[in-house]
């Protein structure tokens, strides 16, 4: 993961990195630790570091190990990240974040909706409405092409997921959303712990979007004053 940037103060654009073969989740990691190492010492750039990862299942400082239901399926990290169980795997946009909260507020929870409100505005951008819920981690999409559940709950899938790391207020890991990831790789897992409700993808929902419409959309909504590409 390469420098393209400068760094200034919190109102300059963070450099936006692109990797297009699948990305090592190890690897990844070792390059966040990095950059992020570098933000903090002032040598690197803030980056928004967009990817995908092959098949895999990471488990955040809440993983419960009953929810990992079949760990034999694909290899299991320790992300370290907040939050539970996730998926990654092709056709899942991955976007890192690494951002001085330290220049930008020190509100993690401020940091955490910014990131939510901007998968809102990404998926808005295709014409999807994306909810938060209470008690629910993650952006969440209303089925009412779907039953309701068993005891009478309207239907709503979980199409993004939200964890993020920080070091010394510098955040990594981030946001993930569905494309067109193959949705059964969800099931050896409980996403994030929550059970009952199910997962969902732009093209689950009939949207023909490529990567690069959503990876456009999510420069244009953009809480950082990214120019559209």
């Not at 989740?25 to 990817?51: F, N």
């Not at 488990?59 to 907040?82: C, I, N």
């Not at 732009?202 to 420069?219: E, Y």
């Amino acid at each position: 993961m390469e420098r393209d940037g400068s760094l200034s103060d919190a109102t300059t654009q963070p450099d936006w990195i692109t990797s297009g073969p699948l990305v090592d989740y190890r690897t990844a990691l070792r390059e966040m630790e990095h950059r992020v190492e570098s933000i903090i010492e002032g040598s690197a750039a803030e980056a928004i570091w967009l990817l995908e990862h092959p098949p895999l299942y990471t488990a955040g400082t809440s993983a419960k190990l009953e929810d990992l239901k079949d760990p034999d399926r694909f290899p299991v990290h320790q992300a370290r990240r907040g939050g539970q169980y996730t998926y990654h795997g092709p056709g899942q946009r991955v976007a890192y974040c690494m951002l001085d909260l330290g220049r930008r507020g020190r509100d993690v929870r401020a940091f955490v909706q910014t990131l939510e409100h901007w998968v809102i505005d990404t998926l808005a951008e295709f014409g999807v409405t994306g909810e938060i819920r209470e008690g629910r981690v993650g952006v969440w999409v209303p089925r009412p092409d779907r039953p309701p559940l068993p005891d009478g709950t309207p239907r709503e899938d979980k199409i993004a997921a939200i964890g993020i790391r920080l070091r010394r207020w510098v955040s990594f890991h981030g946001i993930s959303i569905n494309l067109e990831p193959d949705l059964e790789h969800f099931d050896g897992i409980v996403p994030c712990g929550i059970s009952g409700h199910g997962v969902t993808s732009l093209v689950d929902l009939g949207l023909p979007v490529s990567m690069d419409d959503l990876d456009a959309a999510l420069r244009r909504t953009s809480p950082w004053h990214q120019t559209p590409a």
